[in-house]
């Protein structure tokens, strides 16, 4: 049964990435999956603890290549550098990448606020890795003093968020590199 457990949720990864939520049905997730109806409903109540299920996923797998990233770099400076490098590296090799968390949270509004207040805390967990990040590297002295951890790290992930956006309309990573370079410049 574990299996038809994860193959529900792969399929409504894909699915959800490529279609968002509205768009994807349950029906297209059984037919996709190739899962019986009362074997997904015997692993998920409804549509929304699936789609919290995928976001769990993907914030897992978002925190594992976050911590390959910055893993064996001693500077703090460098694993934030590194952090937003990993999202450039993805939009210039896909522009048309989309920030799966950024979508759905643009796509619910407030349809969902149970699965807007799980998005939130994604955003927040990386910003505070971030802000957790530069506060050490300021102690470090590898950022000016005056460095507000959370403000750096809120401005970064904007400037990311919206380099996901840009990239896509633009199609290329430029506006998003840029605009990481500055504001790390500036800190």
């Not at 529900?8 to 029906?27: D, F, K």
């Not at 692993?43 to 976001?55: D, P, Q």
């Not at 939130?120 to 910003?127: C, Y």
Request: hydrophobic share 40%; net charge neutral; aromatic share 8%.
């Amino acid at each position: 049964m574990q299996d038809n457990r994860e193959k529900v949720i792969e399929t409504a990864q894909r699915l959800l990435r490529e279609q968002g939520y509205h768009a994807t049905g349950i029906q297209a997730i059984l037919a996709e999956s190739r899962v019986s109806r009362s074997n997904l409903y015997y692993h998920f109540r409804s549509k929304r603890e699936l789609a919290e299920a995928v976001i769990a996923r993907w914030r897992e797998g978002l925190e594992k290549r976050f911590a390959r990233t910055v893993a064996g770099e001693s500077s703090y400076r460098r694993q934030v550098e590194r952090f937003v490098q990993l999202f450039i590296d993805i939009q210039e090799s896909d522009t048309f990448a989309v920030c799966p968390f950024g979508r759905l949270a643009m796509e619910l509004g407030d349809s969902e606020p149970e699965l807007r207040r799980l998005i939130n805390q994604v955003f927040d967990s990386f910003r505070d890795a971030l802000a957790d990040l530069i506060a050490r590297g300021v102690e470090a002295g590898e950022f000016r003093p005056q460095t507000d951890p959370r403000v750096l790290a809120n401005a970064l992930l904007v400037a990311i968020e919206g380099g996901i956006v840009l990239s896509r309309a633009q199609g290329h990573a430029e506006a998003m590199k840029s605009a990481c370079r500055l504001i790390l410049e500036c800190a």
